[in-house]
């Protein structure tokens, strides 16, 4: 699962981290956004459509500010 800051957040970190790029002569970012990154491990007692919705609850409820951040989430 990823976590980002919304798009319309200021990324003091993303933005920093911008700035020494070019500082150092790295050519063609044109934008950094910092975020977070989860691994989670289900057990086999759910269907894939069960563990979806168990991990987007979990963003929402637990992992994520959903105010300033949004998430996205891949299913292996």
Do not use: C, S, W
């Amino acid at each position: 699962m990823y976590v980002t800051p919304k798009q319309t957040v200021l990324d003091p970190q993303g933005q920093a981290i911008h700035n020494a790029l070019k500082k150092m002569q790295y050519r063609g970012v044109e934008d950094v956004r910092q975020g977070k990154y989860f691994v989670l491990r289900l057990d086999d007692g759910l269907d894939k459509a069960g563990a979806h919705a168990e991990v987007e609850r979990i963003a929402r409820e637990v992992l994520t500010n959903p105010v300033i951040e949004e998430f996205r989430f891949d299913l292996e």
